[in-house]
């Protein structure tokens, strides 16, 4: 069983909007971090946004994003859902790529899913 899957991908025209969803089966205070990376074909797998809960729901989560977000994309969590999101807005071609949510515990051990494809064309 994965133990993160991704949905939410797709084509989209550029200035266009899409919502990744990554649902995770760790329990919240087992969880240190949840990231969004993405992957372009021929480039490197680069970070694009973290969220870093530390195991505890006491206190709103550390939230950091790629410079190339700047204001377009926003990463956050329904917890009665077990599901972290990714909402994409103001999308560029260059924006594709693949999308992996990644997860690391509290101990260190870390997930990856297997990805969602978000293509931004026209």
């Known amino acids: 069983q994965d133990q993160l899957t991704e949905s939410g991908g797709g084509l989209v025209l550029p200035g266009g909007s899409l919502r990744l969803s990554c649902t995770y089966s760790?329990?919240?205070?087992?969880?240190?971090?949840m990231t969004w990376y993405r992957q372009a074909p021929g480039k490197q797998r680069e970070e694009v946004a973290t969220?870093?809960?530390?195991?505890?729901?006491?206190?709103?989560?550390?939230?950091d994003y790629a410079a190339f977000v700047k204001t377009r994309f926003a990463i956050y969590k329904e917890d009665a859902k077990n599901t972290m999101y990714l909402q994409m807005g103001t999308l560029l071609p260059e924006d594709t790529a693949v999308y992996l949510c990644?997860?690391?515990?509290?101990?260190?051990?870390?997930?990856w899913g297997r990805g969602t494809q978000v293509t931004v064309s026209s």
């Open positions: 990644h997860l690391r515990t509290t101990w260190g051990e870390s997930y």
């Open positions: 760790e329990p919240l205070n087992n969880i240190h971090s």
């Open positions: 969220m870093i809960t530390a195991g505890t729901t006491d206190v709103p989560p550390r939230i």
